[in-house]
């Protein structure tokens, strides 16, 4: 019997599943990736697919001149919450989720959040299906963005926070989640993006190599939390797909 297929809109090569891959190929998921430098194009429904993950990008959520897949990916989204396919938005994928279900997204006001960041879990998160575990823990999270969603639709739940970021982790309806952290980053994610984004981080006044070091030595604590989401996405695939 073969997995469950699971759809990743992957928008920039250096900006791929990292760690969720690792989880999600060691249970025998079928991954099919589109994107640009995937060389396939966003399809137009999720039919066929028992799972949605839209991953991180440089370019905003609106950005579709900058990026003209970007009306297909939010479509995809919108449709995942509808029908309650499992789906998961990472930074960019979750602005483009709160997006598409009639929130939206801002600048930052306090200025970008990069490097390792603790990111505090609700209590209420206890009773959702991916977060529950975490329920009042802070738990490390690489963070690398310069937008946020700052609303979330009316039937959004707020799951996890912290001072940087009122809407670190989210859930809208009953099998969509966002988070804008990177659960799927690790060290070597870490080197790509300071490499790409050195100039970046000099005008926000980080020191990319330290970034870099603080990512790698945070990367044991780093997959051993979201090693666990991964996995407990993974089930609620199967679940819901039985």
Known sequence: MSG?????????SDAGLGLVGERLRDSKVEIVTVGPDAGESV???LEGFEGLIVLGGSMGPTEDGVAPWLP???????????????????????????????????????GPEVGVHGVQFHDSAA??????GFAGATLPAVQWHWLEADQLPENASVLASNGACPN??????????????????????????????????????????????????????LREAWSQVADRFVEIIRETSR
């Open 4 to 12: 469950p297929r699971v759809l990743v809109v992957e928008h920039q």
């Open 43 to 45: 399809p137009d429904s």
């Open 72 to 110: 297909a990916t939010r479509k995809l989204l919108a449709e995942g919450v509808v029908q309650g396919v499992p789906t998961l938005g990472i930074c960019l994928g979750a602005q483009l989720l709160a997006t598409a279900t009639g929130g939206h997204v801002r600048s930052m006001p306090g």
């Open 127 to 132: 009773q959702d299906p991916l977060f529950a």
């Open 168 to 221: 670190q982790a989210f859930r809208i309806g009953d099998r969509a989640w966002g988070v804008q952290f990177h659960p799927e980053a690790l060290g070597d994610t870490a080197q790509d993006w300071a490499d790409d984004g050195e100039g970046d981080l000099d005008e926000i006044g980080l020191e990319p190599d330290a970034v870099v070091r603080s990512v790698r030595a945070a990367e044991p604590d």
